[in-house]
T-cell receptor, first 111, second 114 residues
Framework: GDSVTQMEGPVTLSEEAFLTINCTYT??????LFWYVQYPGEGLQLLLK?????DKGSNKGFEATYRKETTSFHLEKGSVQVSDSAVYFC??????????FGSGTRLQVQP | DTAVSQTPKYLVTQMGNDKSIKCEQN?????MYWYKQDSKKFLKIMFS???????INETVPNRFSPKSPDKAHLNLHINSLELGDSAVYFC?????????????FGPGTRLTVT
């Protein structure tokens, strides 16, 4: 079945540092890939998505590229802010109808 | 304007009780979902309805019963609550079933069973 593997957190960075959160997936066919963010006490919000190989999703300075050859969708940001502190979820939607989520990675950004 | 709303936000109850969580979306979407998030933040699909028809029914105890009175509402009823039911339950909706359609999530309902 479909699965998503994310790097374990927490990831602790200083403000303006470079961020990478690794995400790899297993799925049949050509899944759509997503990054969701969950701020403390809130629901999940879509951060970005990519629907085919080599697509790059981007939003709010975050980027991720759909790499079919390495089955990866790593999240990056060049300069993080304290307000980026949250839990980040990688997810895919393959042949199934619902999203399959990774386990989430908590990011803590210190001033 | 709230896109996906859930009530209540917090629910504290005793073992053995029956409770319901309500979800409404004002986006005009066809498909709605219930997810469970455990204490380690892991999210797992429970149910999905498309145009009031059940299309996903994962391995969930039959104490959990979803009900969709119309396309904009998907409620979750839980009978005989157990300690292990304590979690955050998220409702979500998407324009269509499957494919690249993103899902919009509600704020969650934190259920605590004592």
């Amino acid at each position: 079945g479909d699965s998503v593997t994310q790097m374990e957190g927490p990831v602790t960075l200083s403000e303006e540092a470079f961020l990478t959160i690794n995400c790899t997936y297993t799925a049949t066919g050509y899944p759509s890939l997503f990054w969701y963010v969950q701020y403390p006490g809130e629901g999940l919000q879509l951060l970005l998505k990519a629907t085919k190989a080599d697509d790059k999703g981007s939003n709010k300075g975050f980027e991720a590229t759909y790499r079919k050859e390495t089955t990866s969708f790593h999240l990056e940001k060049g300069s993080v802010q304290v307000s980026d502190s949250a839990v980040y979820f990688c997810a895919l939607r393959g042949s199934g109808r619902a999203l399959t989520f990774g386990s989430g990675t908590r990011l803590q950004v210190q001033p | 304007d709230t896109a996906v709303s859930q009530t209540p936000k917090y629910l504290v109850t005793q073992m053995g009780n029956d409770k319901s969580i309500k979800c409404e979306q004002n986006l005009g979407h066809d498909t709605m979902y219930w997810y469970k998030q455990d204490s380690k933040k892991f999210l797992k699909i429970m149910f999905s309805y498309n145009n009031k028809e059940l299309i996903i029914n994962e391995t969930v105890p039959n104490r959990f019963s979803p009900k969709s009175p119309d396309k904009a509402h998907l409620n979750l009823h839980i009978n005989s609550l157990e300690l292990g039911d304590s979690a955050v339950y998220f409702c979500a909706s998407s324009q269509r079933d499957g494919g690249p359609y993103e899902q919009y999530f509600g704020p969650g309902t934190r259920l605590t069973v004592t």
